[in-house]
C-alpha cells in the first residue's frame, strides 16, 4: 500500500498518560500536516513539516503536544499528560508540494484517540 | 486568519436529484480550493481542487466546482446524485507563501441519498 499509514489505529488511554502516534508519509513526500478532528467538526490543523523542518504551527498545538519528523520521513505526534478534551481523531497527511506551490494532501485513515 | 463555512450540515436528497453544497471563505489574498469527501469508514479523499486558471473545475465521479472571487465562493454540484455520492464532504482552503500551508476545512455537510 502506497498510501498515507497511521498507527495505531485507535488507542484508549487513561487521564494523566502520554500518548504518541505515529505518521508514516507517501515515499518522496517532503511535506507531512497533522490534523486533529472532533465529532461534528472539519478536521483542525495543527502543524506541518516540510522535510525535518517544522515550518507552522496551530494554537491548538499546546505545550503538551510536540511533533517530529527526524529524519524527514515518518512523523510522531506526542500528547502528555493526556485529558479528556484530547479526545478526537488525529490526522496525517503527506504532499510531494514545494513552498509556495499548491499541492493536494493525501489522508491517511487516522488515529482515535480516547481518554477516559 | 482564514475560515470556511458551509452552508448546509445535512442534506437529503433522492437519487437523480440534482446538488448544490455552499461554500464560502474569508481571505483576502490567493488561496487554493478543494473540496474532499469522506465516505463511511474511510479516509478523506480529494474530489476536486481549484489553483488558478478555469473558475469551473471538474472532479472525481461527476462533481464539479465554481470559484467564484467577488463572492468569496467555491460551491460543489453534481447534476444527478447516486446511493454511492452518500458521504460527508468538506470544503477546504488554504494559502501557501501566505504563512497558512496547512489546510483550512470547514465544518462539513453530511450528504444522504436515499434510493
Known amino acids: 500500500d502506497t498510501g498515507v499509514s497511521q498507527d495505531p489505529r485507535h488507542k484508549i488511554t487513561k487521564r494523566g498518560q502520554n500518548v504518541t502516534f505515529r505518521c508514516d508519509p507517501i515515499?518522496?513526500?517532503?511535506?507531512l500536516y497533522w490534523y486533529r478532528q472532533t465529532l461534528g467538526q472539519g478536521p483542525e490543523f495543527l502543524t506541518y513539516?516540510?522535510?525535518?523542518?517544522?515550518?507552522?504551527k496551530s494554537r491548538l498545538l499546546s505545550d503538551r503536544f510536540s511533533a517530529e519528523r527526524p529524519k524527514g520521513s515518518f512523523s510522531t505526534l506526542e500528547i502528555q499528560r493526556t485529558e479528556q478534551g484530547d479526545s478526537a481523531m488525529y490526522l496525517c497527511?503527506?504532499?510531494?508540494?514545494?513552498?509556495?506551490?499548491?499541492?493536494?494532501?493525501?489522508f491517511g485513515q487516522g488515529t482515535r484517540l480516547t481518554v477516559v | 486568519a482564514q475560515s470556511v463555512s458551509q452552508h448546509n450540515h445535512h442534506v437529503i436528497l433522492s437519487e437523480a436529484a440534482s446538488l448544490e453544497l455552499g461554500c464560502n471563505y474569508s481571505?483576502?489574498?490567493?488561496?487554493?480550493l478543494f473540496w474532499y469527501v469522506q465516505y463511511p469508514g474511510q479516509h478523506l479523499q480529494l474530489l476536486l481542487k481549484?489553483?488558478?486558471?478555469?473558475?469551473l473545475v471538474k472532479g472525481i465521479k461527476g462533481f464539479e466546482a465554481e470559484f467564484i472571487k467577488s463572492k468569496f465562493s467555491f460551491n460543489l454540484r453534481k447534476p444527478s446524485v447516486q446511493w454511492s455520492d452518500t458521504a460527508e464532504y468538506f470544503c477546504?482552503?488554504?494559502?501557501?507563501?501566505?504563512?497558512?500551508?496547512?489546510?483550512?476545512f470547514g465544518k462539513g455537510t453530511h450528504l444522504i441519498i436515499q434510493p
Open positions: 497527511a503527506s504532499s510531494p508540494g514545494g513552498a509556495g506551490i499548491g499541492t493536494e494532501a493525501f
Open positions: 515515499s518522496e513526500h517532503n511535506r
Open positions: 513539516f516540510q522535510n525535518e523542518a517544522q515550518l507552522e
Open positions: 481571505y483576502g489574498g490567493t488561496v487554493n
Open positions: 481549484y489553483f488558478s486558471g478555469d473558475p
Open positions: 477546504a482552503v488554504n494559502a501557501p507563501g501566505g504563512g497558512a500551508d496547512g489546510l483550512t
